[in-house]
Structures are given as structure tokens and as C-alpha cells.
């Protein structure tokens, strides 16, 4: 069953809920993530190059610090588990900041479902315990996961730019941190 009109729809029968069962005028007041993707098909705005130089064997963070990379995921159905995961933090960021070569990131993204907007991503770094920079960047109109990766995505591929040893990367996001590495 397709939820698109019949032309982009592949000789699928259509859902009951399917855009080529709505008349003209139905079409034509519709707003939503479905009509800007039936809009939207015609007009591929990407490209995608598979042989991408930031592709290649040895560029990846794991083929450069296979050994260096831990999660530490916090338990959030106890709050004595996630107070204990609070103060490991506090604890980590107080200790990253007698470091000149540590790096502290934390990141977030957003995306508002009620209006048809680009979800953001956000991200402020941390260094010898002051914010050195923070940025906020539109990540197009996508999932909040996907938000997510691409704020860490960015993050990473600054903190590495610098001359630091250690990243700590403070993140609501495991699944997306995960996807970055590939885990």
C-alpha cells in the first residue's frame, strides 16, 4: 500500500489514507512532511559520491583511535542511577578541566513536529573548564536521531582539527554517538 499519489507510487494500490485518493482542492490546503516529500521526488537537491575522500580506509575516527572510544550509557528508570551518572559526569568535566588537551562537547538537536521546520543542532565546547565556541547549525528537515548525528558528526570533525589528546563527548543520543563509529 503507497501513501503517495499514484505517478510516484509504483502501481501500488493506495492506502485509505493515500494522497491519490484526495481531491484538488484537499491537495492543495494539505501541509505536511508527506506532501513535501511527494513534492519533493521530482527534485533530488543531493549528491552522493561513493568515493568521497572522507570515505576512505584510515580516515574514520575508529581506523585512527580503534582503542580510544567508550560509551557509558545511563540507566534512566532508577534515579539513584542517574544521580550516580550525573555526578560521574560532574566529576569527569571538573577533572577535563585541569586539562589543557582535553576537550569537553556537548551536544543537542531539536526538531519541532507541530510546524513544518528544519530541526536544529547544537553543540558548545569546553576547554580548561570555559566555553571556547558554540554553534547552532539547521540539519534540514529530518528525524531528531538524524539531528543528533549530524551535530556530533560535526563536533568530532572540529575537536579533531585542534590540538587536543581527549574528546569527551556528552550527548543524549548513545544510538546516534553509536552510528557515528560505527559500533
Not at 558528526?153 to 563527548?169: F, G, H, P, Q, Y
Request: charge should be negative; proline fraction near 5%; hydrophobic fraction near 40%.
Amino acid at each position: 500500500m503507497s501513501l503517495l499519489n499514484t505517478r510516484n507510487s509504483k502501481g501500488t494500490c493506495p492506502h485509505p489514507q493515500s494522497l491519490a485518493l484526495l481531491n484538488d482542492t484537499q491537495c492543495t490546503h494539505l501541509k505536511g512532511p508527506l506532501q513535501n516529500t511527494e513534492a519533493s521526488l521530482l527534485n533530488p537537491t543531493e549528491c552522493f559520491n561513493p568515493l568521497d575522500a572522507e570515505a576512505t580506509p584510515g580516515c574514520r575516527l575508529l581506523d585512527s583511535f580503534p582503542d580510544h572510544v567508550s560509551f557509558y550509557p545511563c540507566n534512566h528508570s532508577s534515579l539513584n542511577d542517574r544521580d550516580a551518572h550525573l555526578k560521574s559526569l560532574d566529576y569527569l568535566c571538573l577533572k577535563a578541566s585541569s586539562s589543557s588537551s582535553t576537550l569537553v562537547v556537548v551536544t543537542d538537536a531539536s526538531a519541532i513536529s507541530l510546524r513544518n521546520m528544519q530541526a536544529i543542532s547544537v553543540a558548545q565546547f569546553w576547554r580548561l573548564g570555559y566555553q571556547m565556541s558554540s554553534f547552532r547549525a539547521l540539519a534540514g528537515r529530518t528525524t531528531v536521531p538524524d539531528a543528533e548525528l549530524f551535530a556530533i558528526r560535526l563536533d568530532v570533525s572540529k575537536a579533531t582539527s585542534m590540538d587536543i589528546e581527549c574528546i569527551i563527548l556528552i550527548t543524549d543520543s548513545l544510538g546516534s554517538a553509536r552510528r557515528l563509529v560505527d559500533l
